[in-house]
C-alpha cells in the first residue's frame, strides 16, 4: 500500500466510528490516543503507524484488514476491459470498493446457498437464469433484475448456454445495516 492510499483509511475509521454511534472522545479513550490526532487519522492529515491503527481498530472492534478493505481505493477511476478476467466468472471491478461486481457467463450451476450480510442486485444480461429465494421461485430472462436484501438465503443456476449475469452486492466489509430507531 502506498502513502496516498494509507491515508485513506481514514474515511473508512470515521464510517466505522460512527456506524458504532461513538464519538472521537469515546475512540480516544478505548485506544489511548489523543482527540486531535483521531481526528487528523479521519481527515486524512495524519498516517498512524501500525501500533496506532491497531489500537484504533481495537478501539472500533474491528481489525486492521477490515480498515484497510474498507477503505477508499487510490483510484477513483477504474477501467476493466471485457478482456480481462477468465471464462465463467469475472470481477468486473477490482479492489476494495464499497461495491463488489461480478459477470457470470455461460451455464453456471453450483448447487450452493448463498446468504450475504449485505443488499445484492442480479442482472439478467442475456440467457436465462432459475433463482430460488425465500422458498420461491423465479424465472429470470434477459433485461430481468432481481434485488436480494441482506440475509435472504438464495440459489441460482443458468439455464441457457451463452448466459450472461451481472451480480452487485455491497461488499461484506460494509456495516450497510441500520437500526430505524435511531
Do not use: C
Not at 501500533?51 to 477511476?77: F, G, K, N, Q, Y
Not at 479492489?95 to 463488489?100: A, D, I
Amino acid at each position: 500500500m502506498d502513502d496516498k492510499e494509507a491515508l485513506r483509511v481514514g474515511a473508512a475509521v470515521r464510517r466505522r466510528r460512527r456506524s458504532l454511534g461513538l464519538t472521537l472522545a469515546a475512540v480516544a479513550d478505548r485506544s489511548g490516543l489523543s482527540v486531535p490526532f483521531l481526528s487528523q487519522i479521519e481527515n486524512e492529515r495524519a498516517r498512524p503507524s501500525a501500533r496506532s491503527l491497531e489500537r484504533v481498530a481495537d478501539a472500533l472492534e474491528t481489525t486492521i484488514a477490515v480498515l484497510h478493505a474498507a477503505a477508499d481505493s487510490a483510484r477513483t477511476v477504474d477501467v476493466v476491459r471485457a478482456g480481462d478476467g477468465g471464462p465463467g466468472v469475472r470481477r468486473v471491478a477490482r479492489g476494495g470498493h464499497q461495491l463488489h461486481a461480478k459477470e457470470y457467463t455461460g451455464e453456471q450451476d453450483t448447487g450452493r446457498e448463498y446468504q450475504h450480510r449485505n443488499d445484492e442486485v442480479m442482472y439478467i444480461a442475456d440467457g436465462s437464469v432459475e433463482v430460488e429465494a425465500e422458498g420461491r421461485a423465479y424465472r429470470l430472462e434477459r433485461g430481468d433484475t432481481l434485488y436480494l436484501s441482506g440475509g435472504v438465503r438464495h440459489r441460482w443456476r443458468a439455464t441457457e448456454p451463452g448466459t450472461r449475469i451481472l451480480v452487485v452486492a455491497v461488499a461484506e466489509h460494509i456495516d450497510a445495516t441500520f437500526d430505524t430507531r435511531r
